[in-house]
């Protein structure tokens, strides 16, 4: 169980990203609540590695959302509230995290594959964000990805060959993360098929029940972060 002397940093580290991300107005009010807390349970259950990898998914989401804005916004790409994440999307990319870090708390036996599975989901988020957000800017050819024909770029379920290695690239920097904590090995090749199996998962999901109106934005990317975290758990079984 971790002591009150144990938290006090991590409060105070929590504290001061919830303030800049509400003061830059990268996050609502109710969103810093929410990311507050997931944060607290990420640390309970996996400690600061967890927190140190929702701070690199937040940073490369952050950083894609924001590059060449100007161009997404004349292309009618640019999220809307000017990128500020509602609660609804921190639950959405984080909330599969916080429920690992919860497990992982409750039944310490299971925080080492808690912990993989946790960086699988965060490889996930990243890769799903990355491909969109850079894949929109830096994409040649839009593609539908049931029918592999020529598709409304921005649309969901519509990937380029440029948006998804975008998205590869951002898992192996999250996979590269976790090896440094717990060394080179299998996982790490684990946590990119993590990441590339979610965010395919994304897109097949958005090309279906998401343009038919089944499921929403966030309920995808929920999926999403599940199936990276469940496809990392399945390698490190296998490891």
């Known amino acids: ?19 800049y991300s509400y003061r830059a107005r990268k996050l609502t009010g109710a969103a810093v609540g929410v990311g ?23 940073a490369l989401g952050t ?14 790409l640019a999220e809307e509230n000017r990128g500020r994440r509602r609660a609804g999307q ?18 310490p036996t299971f925080a080492p594959l808690g912990a993989l599975m946790l960086a699988g989901a965060f490889a996930a988020a990243t890769a799903d ?11 040649s050819r839009y593609v539908n990805v049931l029918t592999l024909r020529p598709d409304t770029r921005g649309e969901n379920g519509v990937v380029s060959m440029e948006g998804t290695l975008l998205g590869a690239a951002g898992s192996a920097v999250l996979a ?3 090896c440094f904590v717990h060394g080179w090995g299998p996982w790490a090749g684990g946590l990119l098929l993590a990441g590339t199996a ?18 929403s934005n966030d ?21």
């Open 63 to 76: 950083a894609a959302s924001a590059w060449r804005v100007a161009d997404k916004r004349r292309l009618g």
């Open 90 to 107: 921190v639950l959405a990319n984080a909330g599969v995290a916080g429920a690992l870090g919860l497990l992982s708390w409750l039944w």
């Open 219 to 239: 309920a995808v990317n929920t999926l999403n972060t599940l199936v990276g975290a469940l496809v990392a758990g399945a390698c490190g079984l296998l490891f």
């Open 36 to 58: 507050g807390l997931l944060g607290v349970l990420i640390y309970l259950g996996v400690g600061y590695l967890g927190l140190g990898l929702l701070a690199l998914f937040f």
């Open 1 to 19: 169980m971790k002591s009150v002397l144990e938290l006090a940093p991590v409060l105070l580290l929590l504290g001061l990203g919830m303030g």
């Open 198 to 215: 979610g965010n395919i998962a994304d897109s097949l999901l958005g090309a279906t029940l998401e343009r038919r109106g089944a499921l």
């Open 129 to 139: 964000t990355l491909a969109s957000e850079l894949g929109n800017v830096y994409g």
């Open 176 to 178: 590269a993360a976790y």
